[in-house]
């Protein structure tokens, strides 16, 4: 029997994907696995790829067509195999720019009686169901994993049990409040650690809740002489001089970032309803302008990586950000983020956090300024940076002190290889 | 522990029985002066005499309506066919007046009564006299049905079978008795309704009985050299089924594979898988796989008769399946 080529779910809020462009054509021999087709979803352009062995018999839907998850796309049979009705069984595609379907349109008075009556559609596959073997679903239960966050690596997507058994943990290590250490030296190299709110901080995030959004930001901003940074990068570039992959000033905001947080454990956390998550891990992600609105991919491990391991990171997945061609595991996990707008002749701004991380610095460009040097004037260049702090994490002085240890790293960026 | 064939092992268990109860005996097609089409009763005229050892005319449905009346008359005949092939002419006995005594008589009359015999394919013996019936008899109640993969096995049960106050139909295999293995001296009972694992692994339960243990087993080889871990479960009985044993196993390993020598439809693997979807829903990592034989008569060209069976190839491709390793 021939096989369907459904729409699957490729990142966990996709309800519906355009397909871009179909990379194989019927008649062509596919093998499981092999990539079917480009997709646009809410987040990227993804690889639809081939279930089952076979030729593609029939491609039931158009490039630039978009189609809801769970609709059938294409089918995988045996040269000259018959296939379903050509599609019948499959509710009409959606071309792209067309008008949601009426689905809800006023009972108007019917002025043509004669018109048959249409035969009730079949509804699409619920784009929200979550197709899992009977073991992963129990299994996830009991682990708390979220089954829509999980890729399904088994047949049509089923997630099965290897899937959840790779989710991320869910299992949260539990400390008793004030047992949390800042610093991540000497902390165990566990990814984070979950610690109960307590009642102040309870409290504090209801109240400052309801006064401002979900998320009470504040902000925190300081000037950040950048002279000696300069410096360093321009040896360090002579130094890397024809060997290419040269290191930008966002490179080393985002190194100084990171290693301010190792420092500051308490910014590097997220918010969970009833728990605050601090990582022992620093994911920074960054900010990207795209086309049509920002992604951030994620840096992982930010802390640990050198500066040219760094910048050639950050370029590849901002070219790849740019071009949608992201993998959800990229834009996703991260700890803290960056938003850097130097580069557009910002002078200043603030950010808005990416829940549910508790921070993000806003960067604002670096330009020459007369500062007050002693008794004299003198001109250095200079930064500005804002942070946006989720006050139910992170308090007004808990923010001030990471951005001092943000800005003495800048300041000195000897200090980074310490 | 002596090594014994399978046919020796049935032999022997036929001999310690009749020693030990005067009123057991056998009857069937060539099982006296001929010692058995397959030589199981080789042996036994000369020691029980032609009371005990009675051998018939070709006159199936005849032979087992003689045994059934010695059951009702208290003796404790074992019927031999030979082959299940040729008991189909006997069905009528076996279905209508053994099985449904008991019941029919309101608990009055018991039926201690064995019926056995080959079943299933051996090599080229065409369409006609290669079928495997276990799904048609274990289909009955009143019939208790077991299907011995081993020497020790196929001991343990006749004995079993000949001393059960039931009618038991008892399925050997042309292809296993020439089969060794090691077979306990002396009284070796195993019970009826018991399964065995015959193979311990943690990826995936291999459900086999009587021929498909070999097959198995053999998969098993394949899929240990691929990294799985097959526990190879040998179901032994078909009725009663140890449905607690499947369901362990299952448990276990989340994945199951049923292997079977019949056709595919209303088999025993039909059964097995009813049972696991139902009680092990929340354990299985993926629907359950049948490895059966293919849904035709089977032929008499050898390299379909091959191709019609189920072989240690397609199991490891079921095993692969319920793994999701076929990247399918």
């Known amino acids: ?418 | 522990m002596p090594t014994l064939t399978y046919r020796d092992a049935l032999n022997q268990a036929l001999r310690e029985e009749m020693q030990r109860d005067p009123t057991v005996f056998l009857m069937g097609e060539e099982v006296g002066v001929y010692q058995g089409a397959y030589k199981v009763s080789r042996g036994l005229l000369e020691e029980f005499g032609p009371k005990r050892v009675v051998d018939t005319p070709i006159a199936e449905l005849g032979f087992a309506g003689i045994g059934v009346g010695a059951a009702m008359g208290g003796l404790r005949p074992v019927i031999e066919f030979m082959t299940w092939n040729f008991a189909l002419l006997a069905l009528d006995q076996i279905v209508n007046s053994a099985a449904k005594m008991l019941y029919m008589s309101g608990g009055q009359i018991r039926m201690p009564i064995v019926f056995r015999g080959p079943s299933g394919a051996a090599l080229q013996l065409a369409s006609q006299h290669s079928q495997a019936w276990e799904s048609w008899l274990a289909h009955i109640p009143g019939l208790k049905v077991v299907a011995p993969a081993t020497p020790a096995d196929a001991k343990g049960l006749l004995k079993s079978a000949i001393r059960d106050n039931n009618p038991v139909i008892v399925l050997e295999g042309e292809m296993l008795y020439n089969l060794k293995g090691d077979v306990p001296d002396g009284e070796h009972i195993v019970p009826i309704g018991q399964a065995e694992i015959k193979r311990e692994g943690n990826d995936v339960t291999l459900v086999c009985h009587s021929k498909t243990l070999p097959v198995a087993l053999k998969a098993a080889d394949q899929l240990a050299e691929q990294n799985v871990s097959a526990e190879v479960l040998d179901l032994r009985s078909l009725r009663p089924l140890d449905e607690a044993a499947i369901l362990r196993s299952v448990r276990k390993t989340n994945r199951a594979v049923v292997v079977e020598e019949g056709w595919p439809h209303v088999g025993i693997g039909a059964q097995v898988v009813d049972l696991i979807q139902r009680d092990a829903f929340d354990d299985l990592d993926a629907p359950v796989q049948r490895v059966t034989e293919a849904d035709v008569p089977m032929p008499y060209n050898k390299h379909l008769e091959r191709a019609a069976k189920a072989s240690p190839e397609k199991v490891v491709a079921a095993a692969r399946k319920v793994l999701y390793l076929n990247g399918d």
């Open chain 1, 1 to 418: 029997m021939a096989t369907k080529v459904h729409m699957e779910a490729l990142s966990p809020t996709m309800e519906e994907g355009r397909l871009v462009k179909w990379n194989k054509h019927e008649g062509d021999a596919v093998k499981s696995g092999d990539t079917l087709a480009e997709v646009e979803t809410d987040k990227a352009v993804m690889e639809l790829v081939a279930r089952a062995d076979g030729q593609l018999l029939k491609v039931m839907v158009p490039e630039g067509t978009t189609v809801p998850v769970g609709n059938v796309v294409a089918w995988i049979g045996k040269p000259g195999e018959k296939v379903d009705g050509d599609g019948a069984a499959a509710p009409a595609p959606k071309s792209a720019p067309a008008p949601e379907p009426q689905k809800r349109a006023p009972p108007a008075v019917r002025s043509a009686p004669e018109t048959p009556p249409q035969p009730a559609p079949i509804a699409p596959t619920d784009a929200t169901r979550v197709k899992a073997s009977p073991l992963a679903r129990r299994m996830a239960k009991e682990a708390g994993v979220d089954l829509k966050l999980v890729q399904g690596s088994g047949p049509g997507g089923r997630v099965v049990k290897r899937d959840v058994e790779s989710a991320p943990a869910t299992e949260v290590q539990r400390t008793a409040p004030g047992a949390l250490r800042t610093p991540l030296e000497g902390a165990p190299r566990t990814p984070y650690e979950d610690v109960p709110l307590t009642q102040i901080r309870k409290t504090i995030a209801k109240r400052l809740a309801a006064s401002i959004g979900p998320i009470p930001h504040f902000f925190l901003t300081t000037e950040i002489d950048m002279e000696r940074a300069a410096e360093a990068r321009e040896a360090l570039n002579k130094q890397l001089g024809e060997e290419g992959g040269k290191i930008s000033f966002n490179d080393i905001v985002i190194k100084a970032v990171a290693l301010a947080l190792v420092q500051h454990r308490a910014c590097n956390a997220w918010f969970q309803e009833d728990h605050i998550r601090y990582w022992n891990e620093v994911h920074i992600g960054m900010a990207v302008a795209i086309e049509d609105g920002l992604i951030t991919p994620v840096i992982r491990n930010a802390d640990l990586k050198s500066l040219r391991e760094i910048g050639a990171e950050s370029r590849e997945l901002a070219a790849r950000a740019r071009s949608r061609r992201l993998k959800p595991e990229e834009y996703t996990g991260a700890t803290f983020s960056v938003s850097n707008l130097g580069m557009f002749d910002i002078d200043q701004f603030t950010a808005v956090i990416n829940p549910p991380e508790a921070g993000i610095v806003a960067i604002g460009s670096i330009a020459a300024k007369a500062v007050p040097e002693g008794d004299r004037v003198v001109v250095r260049r200079r930064m500005r940076a804002t942070m946006s702090c989720d006050h139910r994490v992170i308090d007004g002085a808990t923010g001030a002190a990471y951005m001092k240890t943000l800005k003495q790293m800048l300041e000195n960026p000897l200090a980074m290889v310490l």
